[in-house]
């Protein structure tokens, strides 16, 4: 009876150690925490450190792409501006030529006037900025500002512009600098008096 208890135990210690490893849980046999994976394992992502890091040269490449463009603004501003000085120092010298010989001769200050005027708007012009030219078009209130009315006569419609008071400017693409200030003709019955458009113009005078 024992032999055969002894001679059993052999075989129960087998089919137990059997059924032990089929129950190991899938997994079981990896490395623990903390130690070393093995070849086939999954990288590790980055530390809070390595993200701080990341988020700090962003930063400072976001801080010098903005002085960067700082500069290049104010560059190109004194550019421009340069630009137009030199395109109206002529304009200033010949002001200073012609009163320089208003005393010797009156008349050349008006000629030298209208030479200054005649260079002013081609100064203008270089700049991109266009003179308006109002006179006997039709009445746009997106270019032109009615300072009075007049009737219509001498083959102008009504609502024309009989007359400009103010001359308008507009940019090379179009946008409007300033409007035109204008008389505009009208039937008889709905002209307003033209001594508005006189003393638009007094007004312009006192207000330089």
Excluded: C
Excluded at 96 to 110: G, Q
């Amino acid at each position: 009876m024992t032999s055969a208890k002894q001679h059993a135990r052999p075989q129960d210690a087998h089919a137990a150690a059997t059924t032990a490893q089929a129950r190991v849980p899938d997994g079981a046999d990896s490395a623990p925490a903390g130690t070393t994976a093995g070849p086939g394992a999954r990288a590790a992502g980055p530390t809070v450190t390595e993200l701080e890091d990341r988020w700090r040269r962003a930063v400072a490449e976001l801080d010098n792409l903005r002085k960067r463009f700082e500069r290049q603004l104010a560059e190109q501003t004194r550019a421009e501006r340069a630009r137009t000085a030199a395109a109206f120092l002529p304009v200033l010298d010949n002001l200073e030529l012609a009163l320089r010989h208003a005393d010797a001769d009156p008349t050349a200050i008006v000629t030298g006037v209208r030479a200054v005027h005649g260079q002013a708007i081609d100064a203008l012009a270089g700049l991109g900025f266009q003179r308006i030219d109002a006179a006997g078009v039709r009445f746009d209130p997106a270019r032109h500002e009615a300072a009075g009315s007049v009737p219509a006569a001498d083959g102008l419609q009504p609502g024309t512009v009989a007359g400009v008071h103010r001359a308008g400017y507009a940019a090379a693409d179009g946008t409007l600098v300033r409007p035109a200030v204008v008389t505009v003709a009208q039937a008889s019955e709905q002209h307003r008096p033209a001594a508005e458009a006189e003393r638009y113009e007094a007004d312009e005078r006192d207000s330089r």
